[in-house]
């Protein structure tokens, strides 16, 4: 079995009441998988600030058992844009000061990543389940890195569909950094990209978190409990969509650099809006159907098996 060696970019807020958790259970598959070797977490601004979800993602890997994966802290701010409110920001105070701990590794996670992939080239996937503002700056000081890296696998994007909400019409990870989508997009690296598509089918409901919290496991009860906090807070959130279950998002995204055949990939030509707010962050897919297309940039996930998901991911998650 060949393993795949990654670099895991995330706005890990698992912990954090009112954030979404989905970065915390990529993390944890992550670790599990044994044809994946999870080699240094990098942390960046989006579902929490970048500080917070430094301290949970050391927190998260001490739980996992891994206290020796580095993790590296990363951008504070978007590129361009003003930072943005994070939903939790007035709880996550106690976060912090209950879960002092490990420190991070000293550096910024731009540099840590070229200096990781550079010295493993053709070796080492960057998993890239937040905003892309370390990536892109990554690819901005070391262009060499869009050569050396193995493949970009990111969690972004909407390729098939809109996210029918006008405050936030590009999915959230390009959303919150169009300017970086466009410098991956335009770099010339390897890139995967798992949208809403297919994320949006892959869910954890009550029942998933009722169990988690039953396995008594440091990782899964603590999880289940996270999964209901993450629910109430969407259905506080948006009493228009009567939430019952929490999107994987970012487990999907991991699982498939392993695990490919999981959903259907489509070449396609993919621009990112970044001139007007009113289609901020919007994807536009081309997927080269015309008689004289566009050079494909990516690979883009058109469908999932949902089912085979849900059911792989949770056997791991049952047992940490
Ligand atoms: O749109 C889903 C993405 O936004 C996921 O990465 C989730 O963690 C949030 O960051
Ligand atoms: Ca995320």
Known sequence: MSVRRIILDTDVAMGAPGSDIDDGFAMALAVDLKDQSLELVTTVNGNIDVDTSTVLALHLLDRLGKPDIPVVCGARTPLVRPLH??????????????????????????????????????????????????????????????????????????????????????????????????IVLNSGAPLRFIGLDVTLQVELNRADADRLMATGRPFASYAGECAHAWIDYLREAYPGRDFCTAPMHDALAVAVVSRPNLVTWRPARVEV????????????????????????????????????????????????
């Open 85 to 182: 409110a994070h939903p939790a920001r007035d709880r996550v105070a106690d976060v912090r000061e209950h879960l002092s701990g490990r420190k991070p590794t000293p550096g910024r996670a731009a540099t840590a990543i070229i200096d990781h992939v550079l010295a493993n080239p053709g070796e080492i996937s960057i998993v890239a389940i937040g905003p892309l503002t370390n990536v892109a700056v990554a690819l901005a000081l070391e262009p060499a890195l869009a050569t050396a890296v193995k493949e970009i696998v990111i969690m972004g994007g909407a390729f098939l569909r809109t996210t029918s909400v006008l405050a936030m019409p590009g999915e959230f990870n390009i959303w919150v950094d169009p300017e970086a989508a466009a």
């Open 273 to 320: 809006e970044v001139t007007s707010d009113l289609t901020r962050g919007v994807t536009v897919a081309d997927l080269l159907a015309s008689r004289d297309p566009p050079q494909a940039n990516c690979m883009v996930a058109t469908e999932v098996d949902s089912v085979a998901f849900i059911e792989f991911f949770l056997n791991h998650i049952y047992s940490l």
